[in-house]
Nanobody
Framework: QVQLVESGGGLVQAGGSLRLACAAS????????MGWYRQAPGKQRELVAT???????NYADSVKGRFTISRDNAKNTVYLQMNSLKPEDTAVYYC?????????????????WGQGTQVTVFS
């Protein structure tokens, strides 16, 4: 129904930058809140940042001032600009979107996840 495809992960030295992107496609009427979450080895998945359709944002304390979330509603895409990366930012980053979608006779609101993209920061 709806697919989220992430890109932009990789290996970067501490202090460096990466930009993640997540594009949604499929039977979409409206994408509401979009967000980025991450999961480090042995830890639970945690919120990194979210952005509403009207671009109100929310950040985890650990990334405030370093990461910026943005979205392009015309492209159904959310971005995460990550600056001043630290080794503790190493994790698999997942995109999430709350989507109203379906067909003209069957509409529903669901939460979707991307497959994840690895971010590794070395010192």
């Amino acid at each position: 129904q709806v697919q989220l495809v992430e890109s932009g992960g990789g290996l970067v030295q501490a202090g460096g930058s990466l930009r993640l992107a997540c594009a949604a496609s499929g039977r979409i009427f409206v994408i509401h809140t979009m967000g980025w979450y991450r999961q480090a080895p042995g830890k639970q998945r945690e919120l990194v940042a979210t952005i509403t359709r009207t671009s109100s944002t929310n950040y985890a304390d650990s990334v405030k001032g370093r990461f910026t979330i943005s979205r392009d509603n015309a492209k159904n895409t959310v971005y995460l600009q990550m600056n001043s990366l630290k080794p503790e930012d190493t994790a698999v980053y997942y995109c999430n979107a709350e989507v109203t979608g379906g067909t003209s006779w069957s509409v529903s609101l669901n939460s979707y996840w991307g497959q994840g993209t690895q971010v590794t920061v070395f010192s």
